[in-house]
């Protein structure tokens, strides 16, 4: 059975059973965006509080937590393009996966958007502060190791990309 233990604005604590485990409130899930562009990888670089720090991550949003009816697609095209400032013409869902299975229910789907068009500066909404970084692919894992050496947090979904460059 499970039981409720906390409760806040965008996250549940549940308990079921001996296991304790986090929720997103209203089943909302996560996009995260494989953006190539010309031989070019966008990512992004943000503070994120939980890490105590900056973090170098893939571009990546909530589906449907502004509106309900929200399509994956129009979620990653509307992220990428607060985000990053790049505007996709095609987005192609390429699985879905479990952050953390042990520690929370949260779940993301990766896509990969393709055939983009710049039509802003990027830097996200409100107070996001994102530093965009346009990478040639044969150069991403330099960067990523300049970035852990600099300090920042490198989020664990860039492995996948890494893997395959």
């Not at 001996?18 to 966008?42: M, P």
């Not at 973090?55 to 309900?68: F, K, R, S, T």
């Not at 710049?118 to 996200?124: A, I, K, L, S």
């Amino acid at each position: 059975m499970k039981e409720t233990v906390w409760e806040g604005n965008y996250l549940t604590a549940v308990k079921e059973g001996h296991w304790e485990y986090a929720e997103r409130k209203g089943g909302v899930t996560a996009v995260v965006i494989v953006a190539i562009d010309d031989g070019h990888l966008l990512l992004v670089e943000q503070q994120r509080i939980p890490a105590g720090r900056r973090c170098l991550e893939l571009p990546a949003g909530l589906v449907g937590d502004e509106d309900g009816q929200e399509t994956l697609a129009a979620a990653a095209t509307r992220e990428l393009e607060e985000e990053t400032g790049w505007r996709p013409a095609h987005v192609e869902e390429l699985g879905s996966y479990y952050a953390s299975p042990g520690m929370t229910s949260e779940s993301f789907t990766i896509v990969r958007a393709t055939g983009l068009t710049r039509v802003g500066g990027g830097g996200g909404v409100g107070s996001e502060d994102i530093t965009v970084h346009r990478v040639p692919l044969a150069e991403v894992p330099v960067l990523v190791d300049r970035k852990r050496r600099e300090g920042l947090g490198i989020d664990a979904k860039l492995l996948l990309f890494l893997a395959i460059v």
